[in-house]
T-cell receptor, first 117, second 112 residues
Framework: SAVISQKPSRDICQRGTSLTIQCQVD?????MFWYRQQPGQSLTLIAT?????????ESGFVIDKFPISRPNLTFSTLTVSNMSPEDSSIYLC??????????????FGPGTRLTVL | TQLLEQSPQFLSIQEGENLTVYCNSS?????LQWYRQEPGEGPVLLVT?????EVKKLKRLTFQFGDARKDSSLHITAAQTGDTGLYLC????????????FGAGTQVVVTP
């Protein structure tokens, strides 16, 4: 299994500022992803974090707003730039660990709860 | 993008009762996963179903994947208060390199 931690766990930020969220995995994972979730609602995929290259963004998300880094197989960061109240959400990272017999499991971090005033 | 519809959105039952959550799509998924999420935590994988018609049991939880691999259900027998949580189904799109399409989620509340 894999244990994923995120920092910070929560933050309250002012409009116009930026916040970088860190995601650390205790195992080497193949794929890493960043999601956004409103409390009690579903997850929306922001992007796939690619090691050593630019992230792959989903429709509606752009690099200028959500720059992502992934310098190695166990670590990634997501920055929420020039924040507005609409960015208030829970941000989660996940990683895929290849299992035996070809079964892959996607593990999630606990999330970072962001409030923008 | 393949849309996953999950129902019901909210379910409140008493301990000992049974419940079923449904996950439906008009498209075929290579696999489908069920997660449970508790407040302040990330989703935790319960099961992955891959084969059409597959049925998997995890203690009091029974998961079924439709024959056509477009729908799935989660049935909980004799629910306990510890089953309270947000249940999410997620489909693995073909050739998606692990990208998951999540359903809207079902909030289950089990009261004593």
């Amino acid at each position: 299994s894999a244990v994923i931690s995120q920092k910070p766990s929560r933050d309250i930020c002012q409009r116009g500022t930026s916040l970088t969220i860190q995601c650390q995995v205790d195992s080497q994972v193949t794929m890493m992803f960043w999601y956004r979730q409103q409390p009690g609602q579903s997850l929306t995929l922001i992007a796939t974090a690619n090691q050593g290259s630019e992230a792959t963004y989903e429709s509606g998300f752009v690099i200028d707003k959500f720059p992502i880094s992934r310098p190695n197989l166990t670590f990634s960061t997501l920055t929420v730039s020039n924040m507005s109240p609409e960015d208030s959400s829970i941000y989660l990272c996940s990683g895929i660990l290849v299992g035996t017999g070809g079964t892959d499991t996607q593990y999630f971090g606990p999330g970072t709860r962001l409030t923008v005033l | 993008t393949q849309l996953l519809e999950q129902s019901p959105q909210f379910l409140s039952i008493q301990e000992g009762e049974n419940l079923t959550v449904y996950c439906n799509s008009s498209s075929v998924f290579s696999s489908l996963q069920w997660y449970r999420q508790e407040p302040g935590e990330g989703p935790v994988l319960l099961v992955t179903v891959v084969t059409g018609g597959e049925v998997k049991k995890l203690k009091r939880l029974t998961f079924q994947f439709g024959d056509a691999r477009k729908d799935s259900s989660l049935h909980i027998t004799a629910a306990q208060t510890g089953d309270t949580g947000l249940y999410l189904c997620a489909g693995d799109e073909t050739d998606s390199w692990g990208k998951l399409q999540f359903g809207a989620g079902t909030q289950v509340v089990v009261t004593p």
